[in-house]
């Protein structure tokens, strides 16, 4: 059983940059696709970006495609999101979720298809 636990949120300036990381322990993240979601007041939980297991196929909202970023580190058994060019809008709780599949090129936005979850980082983005 894997868990996850994300750290890097925070307040930034709009304009500015924030670093996700998404830890896991207990298990090897290589063996999972992994996703990120955010979840702003009043709003549904949305698919951010996701990772397949081989890094090879990617998923970006629209809303932060050009501007976030997803990696995976093995070594480090971490995933990373790179958000660049932050705006208001991408104010929320971003959530790290993961789900083991042997499909090297699986990756899904739909957070029905994760069972895994951490608790969240709150990434404020204001003036």
């Known amino acids: 059983q894997v868990q996850l636990v994300e750290s890097g949120g925070g307040l930034v300036q709009p304009g500015g940059s924030l670093r996700l990381s998404c830890a896991a322990s207990?298990?090897?993240?290589?063996?999972?696709?992994v996703g990120w979601f955010r979840q702003a007041p009043g709003k549904e939980r949305e698919a951010v970006s996701c990772?397949?297991?081989?890094?090879?196929?990617?998923y970006y909202g629209d809303s932060v495609k050009g501007r976030f970023t997803i990696s995976r580190d093995s070594a480090k058994n971490t995933v990373y999101l790179q958000m660049n060019s932050l705006k208001p809008e991408d104010t929320a709780v971003y959530y790290c979720?993961?789900?083991?599949?042997?499909?090297?090129?699986?990756?899904?936005?739909?957070?029905?298809?994760?069972?895994?979850w951490g608790q969240g980082t709150q990434v404020t983005v204001s003036s």
């Open positions: 979720a993961a789900e083991r599949t042997s499909n090297f090129f699986y990756s899904s936005p739909a957070r029905d298809d994760y069972k895994h």
């Open positions: 207990g298990s090897s993240l290589d063996d999972y696709a």
């Open positions: 990772i397949s297991r081989s890094a090879t196929r990617f």
